[in-house]
């Protein structure tokens, strides 16, 4: 079985997903044969990151390096997504897709300056509209909660970017001195009755009002749209906001895999020297 990595280099942590290629994508999961994540680190080296990566393929039972004919690069991280191309290259043998202006989207990108767009927002809003059609909102649960907007047209109109939780929660451990880290989960009651509790109640309920108020408003402008949650915390949090129609924990491995397939299946693995 021949396997597409799709690698989402996100600013804490790299997702890969390994896709079955001769699989069918009509959702997310399917043809996604393994996942793992681990941290994003630019001091890491190609070779440290090929040894990561194939003790991870080993425990998925791919033990063949031939079977992945394909590499497809998410990153907003310069130095990291020069560490993860030399991987590819020097040791898969396989110049890796960059999600980058100049490649096939295939959807429309309003943005005033699309370059700073970020790839993973590219991937997301492809994947949403692939798979729930449009118009669309994606909320990405990452580093930071990012929103993204979709038209009735299939056009990427732009979005919003928020302070995520777990960064929301680290700067405001580091700002107070009688608060510490808490568990990102929902309390009792949005009343804390506890120090932990009324830190989890304005950081949990405050991003269910923040989501459901951005999303309104979005709605307002692109119309009845199809709301998506992706991202570290989506699973976590997702399902607990009423404007949340879906939660697709693996929506920007998918949409990296459907550009990968839209700009030719690129790779062929190069003979060694």
Sequence with gaps: MSLLLAVDVGNTETVIGGYEVESGAS????GLRFHFR?????????DES????????????V??????????ISSSAQDVTRTIVAMASNWLRIEPLLVAPGI???????????????????ADAVAAVALYGAPAVVVDFGTAT?????SADGEYLGGAI?????????ALVARAAALRKVELAFPRSVIGRTTVESIQAGLMHGVVGQVAGVVNEMKEIVGNATVIATGGLAQAVGPLIPVVDHVEPWLTLFGLRLLWERNGSPGGRAARA
């Design 104 to 122: 096939k989207v295939g959807m429309p990108i309003r943005y005033e300056n699309p370059r700073e767009v970020g790839p993973d927002r590219i």
């Design 27 to 30: 959702s997310a999961a399917e």
């Design 162 to 170: 928020a302070p995520g939780i777990e960064v929301s929660l680290d």
């Design 146 to 150: 990012t929103f993204d907007a979709i």
């Design 38 to 46: 681990f941290s994003t680190d630019a001091r890491r080296t190609a």
């Design 50 to 61: 090929f040894l990561l990566l194939s003790q991870f393929l080993a425990s998925h039972g």
């Design 63 to 72: 033990d063949d390096l031939e079977e992945i004919v394909g590499v497809v």
